[in-house]
């Protein structure tokens, strides 16, 4: 069964994740992700862009660390060349807006490419999350881009308590544009994309371009940077430790 599921309807495309149980990415489903977003930029038909799961509580759980336990560092890497370097890459390029549509839980790598997009709009049940420091590996890409958009102190605090926070101070700290009951979260979001899919085609692309060029013009001198730091967390017993206690659903036992 496929992990992702693509649909085009009223000039929107509509990319949902389907990865059961919880949305883990993994190189497969992040291959699948990219080229429906580029099978979207290249669909003439197509005017905007919504990114959903059709998992019921779950947006995207993150990284899958029962295999990035099992993986080799040339697959970490490959899997974070994915995530880092490609699936931004896809979303920088694109010629039409797009738009994460976040219920549920939303957490580590899933934020990752929640903020790809160029809004996000929440149910108001959502929640949010960079968990990975209290598994033992680090969301170092996060450290580039996240203290832009709330601030220093504030990254700080979500990047490394690890704590779980609501869609209300999401929209607070501006990593949410609109906030919205959970049963009309979708409507919500196809009428905002289809405010964008009226807007003239080549003005918008055009401004698209340059807006995605101001703001995250220096996105790919931190990426070596962070994929390094992320290998090299990962690589340390206490990543090993930390994985091997999410699997095994138990509390990590930390040695110095």
């Not at 905007?48 to 059709?54: F, H, Q, V």
């Not at 009309?184 to 003239?200: F, G, W």
């Not at 807006?211 to 690589?235: L, S």
Request: with cysteine; glycine share 6%.
């Amino acid at each position: 069964m496929s992990s992702i599921r693509y649909k085009v309807r009223d000039r929107l495309a509509e990319i949902r994740l389907c990865h059961a149980p919880v949305n883990a990415l993994d190189i497969e489903v992040l291959d699948a992700l990219i080229a429906a977003l580029r099978r979207a930029d290249a669909d003439p038909q197509v005017r905007a862009i919504l990114l959903a799961s059709d998992l019921p509580g779950r947006f995207c759980a993150g990284l899958d660390l029962k295999r990035l336990l099992a993986s080799s560092p040339t697959q970490i890497h490959a899997l974070l060349s994915r995530l880092y370097i490609q699936l931004y890459d896809t979303q920088f390029q694109l010629s039409k807006p797009s738009i994460s549509v976040v219920s549920g839980a939303v957490r580590g790598g899933g934020m990752t490419v929640a903020i790809s997009s160029d809004m996000l709009v929440c149910a108001d049940t959502a929640t949010f999350g960079y968990p990975e420091i209290d598994v033992g590996v680090l969301p170092a890409i996060h450290y580039a881009h996240l203290p832009r958009i709330v601030g220093k102190h504030r990254a700080f605090d979500l990047l490394f308590t690890g704590r779980i926070f609501d869609a209300g101070e999401a929209r607070d700290l501006g990593l949410v544009a609109r906030v919205c009951a959970e049963d009309v979260l979708m409507d919500r979001a196809r009428e905002l994309a289809q405010s964008l899919a009226a807007k003239p085609r080549e003005v918008l692309a055009m401004g698209r371009r340059a807006f995605v060029y101001a703001t995250d013009g220096d996105y790919r001198r931190n990426v070596a940077a962070a994929v390094e730091v992320f290998c090299n967390a990962a690589a340390t017993p206490q990543a090993r430790e930390g994985m091997l206690a999410f699997a095994e659903k138990r509390a990590p036992r930390w040695t110095d």
